[in-house]
């Protein structure tokens, strides 16, 4: 069974990158068709995603957020690492890596999430 997990830090400054990794255990990323992705959800509001590595090593990215996200991989380790410069305090957010197949999110193939909270 594929799991999936989020690491990094839950408080970050305004103006500094976020970087959060998700662990895959139980398959590989650089498995023929899944895409892995990151999801966020700000207080209050619903669920946004940010972008995505394929497993051809491709990256792609939300238009709103293009300028700021980075997504990368290391297959050694079968992890994939989002990072986010310049954050606000509208960044806070709980963070989500999930698996993607045919251009959906699948249920049962995301983390558990994790709180980042951008405040000085």
């Known amino acids: 069974q594929v799991q999936l997990q989020e690491s990094g830090p839950g408080l970050v400054k305004p103006s500094q990158t976020l970087s959060l990794t998700c662990t895959v255990s139980?398959?590989?990323?650089?498995?023929?068709?899944?895409?892995w992705s990151w999801i966020r959800q700000p207080p209050g509001k619903g669920l946004e995603w940010m972008g995505a590595?394929?497993?051809?090593?491709?990256?792609y990215y939300s238009p709103s957020l293009k300028s700021r996200t980075s997504i990368f991989r290391d297959t050694s380790k079968n992890q994939f690492t989002l990072q986010l410069s310049s954050v606000t305090p509208e960044d806070t957010a709980v963070y989500y890596c999930?698996?993607?197949?045919?251009?959906?999110?699948?249920?049962?193939?995301w983390g558990q999430g994790t709180q980042v909270t951008v405040s000085s």
């Open positions: 139980g398959g590989s990323i650089t498995t023929n068709l899944y895409y």
């Open positions: 590595i394929a497993y051809s090593g491709s990256t």
């Open positions: 999930a698996r993607a197949l045919g251009g959906y999110l699948q249920e049962g193939y």
